[in-house]
Nanobody, 121 residues
Framework: QLQASGGGLVQAGGSLRLSCAAS??????CAWFRQAPGKEREFVTF????????YYADSVKGRFTISRDNAKNTVYLQMDNLKPEDTAVYYC??????????????????WGQGTQVTVSS
């Protein structure tokens, strides 16, 4: 029900935009997580569908921007000034309703398939 796309290879300082298209239902909260080889899946950002309020991990604040197009049921992640340490598989995630667990993968029920982002130095 979640289809992520837009990953690729980019040089440090470059930009990429990821997309996450939802089908079948409308989610209240959508997020991006990432997982680098040998590391745990980590929170990147989430957005509240109704208000557009967004929250970011400190490591990406000021460089990444999450947005949504409710008409297309799609969430975007604009990634600017990319760094080699941003290299990971990026996953979109979504949930219905409120939780106190927005920053953990356990707070999300639905997951996309992941898209690889590689930043070369």
């Amino acid at each position: 029900q979640l289809q992520a796309s837009g990953g690729g290879l980019v040089q440090a300082g470059g930009s990429l935009r990821l997309s996450c298209a939802a089908s079948g239902r409308t989610f209240s909260h959508c997020a991006w997580f990432r997982q680098a080889p040998g590391k745990e899946r980590e929170f990147v950002t989430f957005i509240i569908r109704t208000t557009g309020s967004a929250y970011y991990a400190d490591s990406v604040k000021g460089r990444f921007t999450i947005s949504r197009d409710n008409a297309k049921n799609t969430v975007y992640l604009q990634m600017d000034n990319l760094k080699p340490e941003d290299t990971a598989v990026y996953y979109c995630a979504a949930r219905l309703g409120y939780t106190s667990n927005y920053y953990s993968p356990n707070g999300y029920t639905y997951w996309g398939q992941g898209t690889q982002v590689t930043v070369s130095s």
